[in-house]
Nanobody, 123 residues
C-alpha cells in the first residue's frame, strides 16, 4: 500500500490543523493505521493509532484530549485532527500502516510509511 500524508503547515500556538493520509494500492480496512512524528533532534515517536474498523483508538500521553485520529475506509483516508497545538508539537508527521490484528505503537510494527508532512507551531 502507498501512503501520502499532507495537510501540514505553519500554525500559531493554540491553533489547529488536520492532517490527512491518503492510501492507494490496497484496501485501507486491511490495516491498522498510525501517526508518528519526528521532532528536530529527537527519535520518531508514536502519536496515535486506530484499528482497522475505527472502533478502537490509542494516543500517546501528551496528545490525549488534543489530537483525534479517525479513518474513512471508503475514502481510503486517515485523519489526524490536532487542536491546542503547542510549540513542542513541531515535527514531521508520518502516517503508517500495519498488517496487524490489534493496535500497535512501535515503529518496527508498521509495514508501510508515508513521506511525512511538516507541522510547525510558532508565533
Amino acid at each position: 500500500v502507498q501512503l501520502q500524508a499532507f495537510g501540514g503547515g505553519l500554525v500559531q500556538p493554540g491553533g489547529s490543523l488536520r492532517l490527512s493520509c491518503a492510501a492507494s494500492g490496497r484496501t485501507l480496512s486491511d490495516y491498522v493505521m498510525g501517526w508518528f512524528r519526528r521532532a528536530p533532534g529527537k527519535d520518531r515517536e508514536f502519536v496515535a493509532g486506530i484499528s482497522w474498523s475505527g472502533g478502537t483508538t490509542s494516543y500517546a500521553g501528551s496528545m490525549k484530549g488534543r489530537f483525534t485520529i479517525s479513518r474513512d475506509n471508503a475514502k481510503t483516508t486517515v485523519y489526524l485532527q490536532m487542536n491546542s497545538l503547542k510549540i513542542e508539537d513541531t515535527a514531521v508527521y508520518y502516517c503508517a500502516a500495519a498488517s496487524s490484528s490489534w493496535l500497535v505503537s512501535k515503529p518496527y510494527e508498521y509495514d508501510y510509511w508515508g513521506q511525512g508532512t511538516l507541522v510547525t507551531v510558532s508565533s
